[in-house]
């Protein structure tokens, strides 16, 4: 989403060696497989292209990609809206009565926003308290820890490679499996209230505690996405050139002045890039949170997309009117935060 | 890549300057909280249902070793017992009687003692319980999870690189009106997540009539903007010479994009499958949304399940988790360096 022109530098060793590695596993016989797919194929296409001729090909290449993201992507980006102003309980766009505005006013209706027992969609509104909680304080720590991380492992250090490896890692892991490990430690009987009861203190139920809850949501999901983060910022600080610092270090600067300086204006780009990407993220979050807490307890970390999945899937009546419109709001405020990102990034490349 | 100074140079003169000891206490700090919690679910997962549910627990899978003696049916658990004189001994338990045990030596069934329970420790050794592995493997559909999500991710990224790279090479190697309408499209999707558009392409794929098919999971995120842009990027550095001279000795333009394009752009499609591997191998709210049959669950699902159900038996979670670790683990220690570079440059992932 930010820098795509760096890809070019791709040519790795590791993945010529992964490719010949496959290729001799595949062997032979896959070579001659795909070469016979190929000459098969090649036989349409030819008369295609004497049809239309070479650089109308072009389309040709192109359809497919584009057949896939009208068919799952565009197509349904409209059905959405239609669905948000229609009612009653059947999947099929005909079958269901246009209702105007009615699900956006039955979702808004609200006696004050900030007290989702007001409201009368309250798990809606609950969804977007804790959604705004999580995000807030997600991306405080998530930039904070992410920062620390990045500036420490660009210094001087033995074992950068290693080190930059382990707090990466967490990020090939799926949803599941980070919910999992961390709903194992933390369960009562748990790593961590044995740590605790070693030192004298008392078993907590975490995932009965909201307060609890909420903290370890946010903590897992810093823990599991921290590494991503870190490199964005990893990048941007190795880009800066070290002239600055060697000019730094003649005048004897301190080192919190060059930090203040030099490195963080410099890396502002990254910061921004990061800032954004964890708000678009935490406003969309559900795997790691419903997975380890389920949304509890109660509703203290039902979040919006674990509201929208479940009224148009998980709950007795089907509601795919109500979960459309409310994906038309979450839709709306990603394509602000996108839009503020473009405008950042926009504006900083220009000056 | 030249490691740059951060702060200052003092280091460089072999003196420490306290952020260089904060900065090992950080990381060190670090490895523990990053690495731990996936050590602790491996050992976890060799563990007996019996020592999971001991509190505190154990460090490693230690079980209580036992011993068949004669003149018993069953084995008997052993302990170390000290004796009234004082002496320790290994025996076996028979049976217990409120804080009395009946032990049994080993060696000679003859003699029997009675022991206070509190004098009596376990004796324990190593044990990898394996059968947490291949048990739910036999009783339970993982293996069928297993399947599913293999089938899922192989298919998924070879149409993911078959069609992404078609369009990346349409839009790298031709000029054609209506260019940068394509692009436009491309970055367009880029900002509609699956989490917003959910009800309608559920909508879309049961007029598909594929609802609860593992091709409901494959196709709908087969285009990605992500792979069209990181090959679009790699071919334009691609010489073009090489597609003329092609294109002089009567190349079709199909023959080009897969006898000299595709080739030469190997080292990107590599990133891209190992990106769409990890994608789709950890892909979690759309499969969940879209099966419902437990036969067309995959891993991620699958263990999902497992987890809500209200008895959760944690040895066979915790073991069949690392099994999903596994592809994970494999891309993580051969190509770390390589995704980590990847994701640095192109900020996506």
Known sequence: ???????????????????????????????????????????????????????????????????????????????????????????????????????????????????????????????????????????????????????????????????????????????????????????????????????????????????WAMFWSVFVSVWAHMGFYTLILLAGLQAIPSELYEAAEMDATPRWRVLWRITLPLLWPNLIVVIVLALIRGVQTFDEVFVLTGGGPGTATLMIVQYIYETAFASQVQNFGLAAAASVVLGVVLFLLTLAQLTLTRRRGAS | MRPIQLLSARHRAGRWHWTDIAAYAYLALGVVLMFAPVVWLVLSSFKTQAS???????????????????????????????????????????????????????????????????????????????????????????????????????????????????????????EFRGKTIAMLIVIGTLMIPITIILVPVYLVVTKLGLVNSLWAVILPGAATPTGVFLLRQYMLTLPRDLIEAARMDKASEWQIYWRIVMPLAAPALAVLAIFSVMWRWNEFLWPLAVLTRTESFTLQIGLNAFQGELQTQWNYLLAMTVVSLIPVALVFVFLQRFIATG????GMK
């Open chain 2, 343 to 346: 994701i640095a440059n192109t």
């Open chain 1, 1 to 211: 989403m930010s820098d795509l022109s760096g890809s070019t530098e791709l040519q790795g060793a590791p993945a010529a060696s992964l490719l010949s590695v496959l290729r001799r596993a595949g062997g032979a016989t896959l070579d001659a497989g795909l070469d016979t797919v190929s000459r098969l194929i090649d036989i349409p296409m030819r008369l295609l292209q004497r049809l239309i001729g070479e650089r109308r090909m072009a389309y040709v290449f192109l359809l497919p990609n584009l057949a896939f993201f009208s068919l799952f992507v565009f197509v349904p980006l409209v059905i959405n809206l239609v669905f948000s102003f229609t009612g009653g309980e059947s999947l099929f766009p005909s079958q269901r009565p246009y209702v105007g505005t009615d699900q956006y006013a039955y979702l808004f209706d609200c006696g004050s926003y900030f007290d989702p027992a007001s409201c009368r969609v309250d798990h809606f509104w609950r969804g977007v308290a804790n959604t705004l909680r999580f995000t807030v304080f997600q991306l405080v720590s998530m930039v904070t820890f992410s920062l620390v991380t990045a500036l420490i492992l660009n210094m001087r250090i033995r074992g950068r490679g290693f080190f930059r490896a382990v707090y990466f890692f967490p990020v090939l892991l799926s949803p599941v499996v980070v919910a999992l490990v961390w709903k194992w430690i933390l369960q009562r009987d748990g790593l961590l209230n044995a740590g605790l009861t070693m030192i004298g203190g008392q078993k907590i139920l975490f995932f009965v505690d909201p307060t």
């Open chain 2, 52 to 174: 999971l549910l001991e509190f505190p627990p154990k460090l490693l899978p230690l079980s209580q070793q036992e011993v068949r003696v004669q003149g018993f049916p069953q084995p008997l658990p052993l302990f170390a017992a000290t004796l009234d004189n004082g002496e320790r001994r290994e025996l076996a338990q028979v049976r217990r009687i409120g804080l009395i045990a009946q032990m049994v030596d080993p060696a000679d069934p003859k003699q029997q003692y009675r022991v206070p329970t509190a004098r009596l420790v376990a004796v324990r050794h190593l044990s990898f319980a394996t059968s947490n592995y291949t048990e739910p493997l036999q009783k339970f559909a993982f293996t069928r999870y297993l399947w599913n999500s293999v089938f899922v991710t192989v298919i998924a990224t070879l149409i993911t690189l078959l069609i992404n790279s078609m369009a990346a090479y349409a839009l790298s190697i031709y």
